[in-house]
């Protein structure tokens, strides 16, 4: 995913010291094992650990560098956040024992989870709760993690092609929304704008205009569709 290999980047260009990058460091590890672990807990509490989950936790160990030997491990770890009875306290106050680049890192979980959590859009009740625990666990506040939040938002947005920005700005929702309200929103605009609607009495031009706007909508409509299926 772009915004992982962004955040990256952004982390080497800071520290300029690639050891503190892999998360696989000593001095890293708990960084490496609360993240992976978080990852699984916010996965679980979405409802269902879909593949994009995975795919999410999968990218951010390919983004880190990690080997064969790393993934595995990375790997028990989410599998075993995803669990009530884990206890993510310890790791957290390990954590908070790492005194060089702590700041970076913690950055660096919580834009991690904060993408986790807003995968599918808007976190569920549950999944927020967690993603504000777990990130309070590592000294985050309500702010840092509105903050993280609206930035991961604005950079999926960004990542859409322009066109299909405009789409879903014509027809006034979000691009996280279901087919559901998907579906909804194009109807209530077909029917506010469609033809039949102006009367008899209506002049050419506004007749013309609500044509136009009827196939408009309707272009919208089908190239979200077509994005959805593709994806």
Known sequence: MPALKRLVNSIRRLLDAPALLRLRSRRARPY?????????RIAKASGVVQPRHIGHATQLMHSLGFGANDRRQAIVWFDAGRSPEFDFAPLADACRETAEARDVLNAMSLESLCQMAWLNGPPNQ??????????????????????????????????????????????????WVDDAVLKLAYRRL?????????????????????GENSVAIRAAFDLIQASRNVA
């Open 126 to 175: 549950t999944c927020q709760h967690e993603l504000e625990r777990l990130a309070g666990l590592l000294g985050a506040q309500a702010f840092d993690i509105a903050t993280t939040a609206a930035r991961v938002i604005d950079f999926q947005l960004r990542q859409l092609p322009g066109e299909l920005r405009r789409a879903y700005a014509l027809l006034g929702i979000d691009h």
């Open 32 to 40: 490496a094992q609360f993240t992976f672990a978080a990852l699984g």
């Open 190 to 210: 077909i029917s506010r704008h469609h033809p039949d609607k102006l009367g008899s009495a209506t002049d050419v031009d506004r007749a013309r205009n609500a």
